[in-house]
């Protein structure tokens, strides 16, 4: 059964709607949501009653979102349009998608340092994780997984993103008041502190993250800008704090970042030659 709901009510508030909101493309919007939780096609009475509307509304713009493809008719019945929306499924996929390039890094920092890496990129407002490759050590950093977000200054991600990329993306974790949210005590939460870092990040070429997102776990990341002005993606390594101490090792971690940094910056010639 559908959720019944407030076509009017917009998402997530009323309050926070803009001034020149288009009513009717909110409504169809939220018909769309209704369609798409419901699990067997509806009619027009049982949506306009989902959404609060009267039935010569819903009607219009039924037929409208039949019309530009959204929705599908079967007699009295509307479901969605499979087509569209996997076409639409498909180009969001395709945006956040790690290129073959960023992908070849990423498997090459495991394979050379035996540590788990990660791709990052902007998603949603947040920096998140888009690919992961776990290392082969016995002991590494577990529970990695796409779709992790958050803590944007805590995570060398986040901060390798930050330190390369427009004043904008910096401007939203700027607190209106106060200071950045702590995670483990060596979280940076002081804003100031954290423009200083990244300031060093952009000086070294590549962010640190000492146990600022989990108690115990260290990582190193570099921006990946493909072609672009700005990063387009971070990798990231990430090292248990014993093995992150260890000198060698952490300068083979940066070696294999500073050799992706360079390749990323010269192109990727494999896709000049499948061209």
Known sequence: MATTRTADD???TQADAPKDLVQSVARA???????????????????????????????????????VGYLERNER?????????????????DDWRPSPLAMRLLRTAVEA??????????????????????????VRVADLRV?????????????????????SQLERIRPVSGELEGRTDHTITSFPDLLEDLEETRSRGYSLDRQEYAAGVCGIA???FEGGQWPRTALSITVPIHRFEDAKH?????????????????????S???S
């Open 77 to 93: 019945e509307y479901k969605l349009a499979a087509g569209k929306i996997l076409d639409l499924s498909s180009r969001v996929e």
């Open 147 to 167: 779709g992790v977000s958050g803590y944007i200054h805590a995570r060398a991600s986040g901060k390798a993103l930050l330190a390369f990329g427009p004043e």
């Open 10 to 12: 917009t998402s997530p």
């Open 29 to 67: 919007f939220t018909i769309i949501d209704v369609v798409a939780e419901s699990r067997k096609p509806m009619r027009a009475q049982s949506i306009a009653s989902a959404v609060n509307l009267h039935i010569a509304t819903t009607s219009h713009l039924l037929a409208t979102l039949v019309h």
């Open 222 to 224: 570099v921006p990946l």
């Open 272 to 274: 000049e030659k499948e």
């Open 250 to 270: 952490f300068q083979e971690c940066v070696d294999v970042l500073t050799e992706a940094r360079r390749i990323d910056a010269e192109g990727d010639p494999s």
């Open 113 to 138: 340092t035996g540590e788990s890496a990660y791709l990052s990129a902007w998603q949603n407002g947040s920096v998140t994780v888009v690919a992961v490759e776990e290392g082969s050590h016995a």
